[in-house]
């Protein structure tokens, strides 16, 4: 090649290494030091390896920012693109700190647009990788409206297309929003923080002292708030789960989710599953025990553990086949429903529905809890979303009852006439208007009052109404109960259900949209 010919390739090899230099060595030393990886990094090692197609390197900030005599922005902040998680098309978008601390700018934002757009059109899942100081100030309104194209896009794109972010570092203000419009959240602990919101100004405005990790950490926004589905202690980690979330998840809403392989049999009968229930019907036991014995081994990826326990969420694999799992915890709370767990539900079960992933219930709850807290916190608001979840769920739903189910939390929880397709029943299962001890207290007031010995008698009248109304059999005999099972075989009926359910179509009544109790 001549020296005229190599001069355009030696111009595009100096721009390309300056965009690669991002904010430069010294910026990029900082991050290190703080745990951080780089946004190249960051994708280097989420994707799979020399899959990463750059879109938009060359973009940078238009003009000079206010403020500033000279603003470089190699890439503008952002890398976006395309590449492949075990060989299946994402996209995504990383912010680089070292540039500009990351903000979010009128072409960072139109960056990441491109790829939302993208993503949309090609019914492809999109990452996020967060890690910014917010709107850039110095670009005022423009930055603010990048930010109102993002939500609108994450609006758009909800339902349709899997949306993760990764929350690696700072995301304050009306940044939190994007995240918060995406179905998980996964954040790295020490690193990333959410708030609308930081320590100066709640000090200012409230007077209250709280450190920026205390306020929207990972544990804050995992155990306090349930903003955030999974933590993990670094970088590598957090990127980890999202390649392992992405494998329980399809590409878009028109496809089924990927079909692993398992050599776990369906047929396998568990006999720890005769012995997890307590005789005792007010003791606990950990329901995931059952959870994990009936899925394939080693398959349930648990969401949001660290918020509402009383109520379990995760994704899991029957034969291969990925299914969602609501199991009410009787360990926490007794397995009551509350304003938490209601929300945790009914946000789980309608990203299942979106996404084509049968739901299993496993009911084991005494009811909603009580209390003024509760009511006045808006339980019912709250509680109803249960209902309307599985209600307007259109993919399989199997239900599971395990011990008590009782009220409204019966019905709530994936009931038959709610919408379960198939309704299974351990033979300890209780279905009831409510608890034994409190309909023996009303129905047969009278025998316990004239009772020489009322305890006594209220328990033998609790008993029989136990054994006579709450059985599974007198459901069954009505026709609410499909079956009542062996509880060692299980999974056996569960993939039996399942596969009896797999195609499965059913409609709704047109409409613009519901209104769903928010
Ligand atoms: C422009 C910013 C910036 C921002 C950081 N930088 N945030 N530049 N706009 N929003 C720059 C800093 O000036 C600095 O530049 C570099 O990035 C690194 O920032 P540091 O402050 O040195 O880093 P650190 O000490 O780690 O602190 C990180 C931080 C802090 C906590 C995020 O930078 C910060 O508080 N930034 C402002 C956060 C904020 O209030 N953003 C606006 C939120 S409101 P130099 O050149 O010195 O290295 C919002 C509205 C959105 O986002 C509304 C949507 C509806």
């Known amino acids: 090649m001549s020296d005229h010919q190599n001069a355009p390739l030696e111009h595009l090899k100096a721009r390309t290494e300056h965009i690669l230099q991002m904010g430069g060595p010294a910026r990029v030393a900082r991050q290190h030091a703080q745990g951080k990886w780089t946004a190249r990094e960051r994708l280097d090692y989420l994707l799979d390896d020399g899959t990463f197609e750059e879109i938009g390197a060359h973009v940078r900030l238009r003009g000079t920012l206010f403020g500033m005599d000279r603003a470089d922005s190699p890439a503008d902040g952002v890398v976006t693109g395309h590449g492949r998680i075990r060989d299946r098309l994402v996209y995504v978008f990383a912010q680089d700190f070292t540039v500009l601390g990351g903000s979010l700018g009128e072409m960072h934002a139109a960056k990441i647009q491109r790829v939302q757009d993208l993503a949309m059109k090609t019914g492809a899942p999109i990452i996020g990788l967060n890690d910014s100081g917010g709107a850039r100030i110095q670009e005022g309104v423009d930055a603010l409206n990048g930010y109102g194209e993002i939500f609108k896009r994450n609006t758009w794109a909800s339902g349709v297309i899997p949306q993760i972010t990764v929350i690696m570092g700072p995301s304050a203000g009306g940044a939190v929003y994007s995240p918060a419009l995406t179905d998980?959240?996964?954040?790295?602990?020490?690193?990333?923080?959410?708030?609308?919101?930081?320590?100066?100004?709640?000090?200012?405005?409230?007077?209250?002292?709280?450190?920026?990790?205390?306020?929207?950490?990972?544990?804050?926004?995992?155990?306090?708030?349930?903003?955030?589905?999974?933590?993990?202690?670094?970088?590598?980690?957090?990127?980890?789960?999202?390649?392992?979330?992405?494998?329980?998840?399809?590409?878009?809403?028109?496809?089924?989710?990927?079909?692993?392989?398992?050599?776990?049999?369906?047929?396998?009968?568990?006999?720890?599953?005769?012995?997890?229930?307590?005789?005792?019907?007010?003791?606990?036991?950990?329901?995931?025990?059952?959870?994990?014995?009936?899925l394939d081994r080693g398959s349930f990826f648990e969401l949001q553990e660290g918020f509402a326990k009383n109520l379990v969420t995760g994704l899991g694999r029957v034969g291969g086949h990925v299914v969602g799992v609501v199991a009410n915890q009787p360990r926490v709370l007794a397995g009551t429903l509350d304003i938490n767990a209601s929300d945790k539900l009914a946000r789980f079960v309608r990203f299942c529905d979106a996404f084509n992933i049968p739901v299993v219930t496993l009911?084991?709850?005494?009811?909603?809890?009580?209390?003024?807290?509760?009511?006045?916190?808006?339980?019912?608001?709250?509680?109803a979303k249960v209902l309307y979840a599985y209600a307007e769920a259109t993919v399989p739903k199997v239900t599971l009852i395990l011990r008590k189910a009782y009220g409204g939390a019966y019905l709530a929880m994936c009931s038959r006439s709610v919408g379960a397709d198939l309704v299974l029943a351990w033979p300890t299962a209780e279905i009831a208007v409510m608890g034994p001890d409190g309909a023996a207290n009303i129905i047969f007031r009278d025998d316990i009052e004239q009772s020489p010995e009322p305890a006594e008698t209220r328990r033998q009248k609790a008993e029989e109404y136990r054994q006579e109304f709450a059985s599974p059999y007198v459901a069954a005999a009505r026709g609410y109960i499909d079956a009542v099972i062996d509880p060692r075989q299980t999974r056996p009926h569960l993939a039996r259900a399942l596969m009896a359910l797999a195609n499965k179509r059913e409609a709704r009544p047109g409409k613009r949209h519901g209104n769903l109790p928010l």
């Open 184 to 294: 998980i959240i996964v954040m790295v602990r020490h690193s990333g923080r959410m708030f609308i919101t930081g320590p100066q100004v709640i000090k200012s405005v409230t007077g209250e002292t709280v450190s920026a990790e205390e306020l929207g950490g990972a544990d804050a926004q995992i155990r306090k708030s349930g903003v955030a589905h999974l933590a993990a202690d670094s970088d590598a980690a957090a990127l980890d789960l999202v390649r392992t979330l992405l494998g329980y998840l399809p590409n878009n809403w028109r496809e089924e989710p990927p079909v692993g392989t398992s050599d776990d049999p369906l047929d396998r009968v568990e006999t720890v599953l005769a012995e997890v229930m307590p005789v005792e019907p007010s003791r606990p036991y950990d329901v995931k025990t059952i959870i994990t014995a009936v």
């Open 363 to 383: 009911v084991d709850t005494p009811g909603y809890l009580p209390g003024t807290s509760q009511e006045y916190g808006g339980i019912i608001r709250h509680g």
